[in-house]
């Protein structure tokens, strides 16, 4: 069965200094695709960035990137130079076709960042 | 930039009324998703739609919930007869392919009372 676990359910950090939120997924498929979406107060879902499992290189976006450990099924989110707007939940995400290739979310990490 | 839009924003019902929430997926996407998210918990999946019926759907996704898509352009969710513990955040979601990234709508928070 497929499951996205995000350990941190909160995380603070200082204005302009780099995070990391905590993704790791389990799945028997070869083909999959991991997703990182934020979600802020105002409640709409924002897509962010997204690895293919056979991707080789970590995707970036911006001051976005994922730091895709395989063996280790793990996805983490990088957010550089954090700003105030980063304030909100993110919540990772994996596709894979053991569920008809649906998405499904872990339980998310609320970010505060710190002027 | 296309987007997926929903309406109402928010839907305010008695239990055991019948409430349809509506999306308009963006028009050249093939996939169509329905997600709930209770106040303060996760995105749950609920049912996902392609070529004119189900492909999937999740335990909560009973009886009470039905996906319709009428027409070229709108992708409903019915219930038919709503709970209190059905009082959530419904989201939309399109996309072409089935792997990359869904779009979603803003939103449509309904309340049961």
């Known amino acids: 069965a497929q499951k996205i676990t995000q350990t941190q359910p909160g995380m603070f950090v200082q204005e302009k200094e780099a995070v990391t939120l905590d993704c790791t997924y389990d799945t028997s498929d070869q083909s999959y695709g991991l997703f990182w979406y934020k979600q802020p107060s105002s409640g709409e879902m924002i897509f962010l960035i997204y690895?293919?499992?056979?991707?080789?290189q970590n995707a970036t976006e911006g001051r976005y990137s994922l730091n895709f450990q395989k063996a280790r099924k793990s996805a983490n989110l990088v957010i550089s130079a954090s700003q105030l707007g980063d304030s909100a939940m993110y919540f990772c995400a994996m596709r894979d076709s053991n569920n008809n290739n649906d998405m499904r979310f872990g339980a998310g990490t609320r970010l505060t960042v710190k002027p | 930039e296309p987007e997926v839009t929903q309406t109402p924003s928010h839907q305010v019902t008695q239990m055991g009324q019948e409430v349809i929430l509506r999306c308009v997926p963006i028009s050249n996407h093939l996939y169509f998703y329905w997600y709930r998210q209770i106040l303060g918990q996760k995105v749950e999946f609920l049912v996902s739609?392609?070529?004119?019926?189900?492909?999937?759907k999740s335990e909560i996704f009973d009886d009470q919930f039905s996906v319709e898509r009428p027409d070229g352009s709108n992708f409903t969710l019915k219930i038919r007869s709503t709970k209190l513990e059905d009082s959530a955040m419904y989201f939309c979601?399109?996309?072409?392919?089935?792997?990359?990234?869904?779009?979603f709508g803003p939103g449509t928070r309904l309340t049961v009372l």
């Open positions: 979601a399109s996309d072409r392919d089935s792997y990359n990234e869904q779009f």
């Open positions: 739609f392609y070529n004119n019926e189900i492909s999937e």
């Open positions: 690895q293919g499992s056979y991707d080789e």
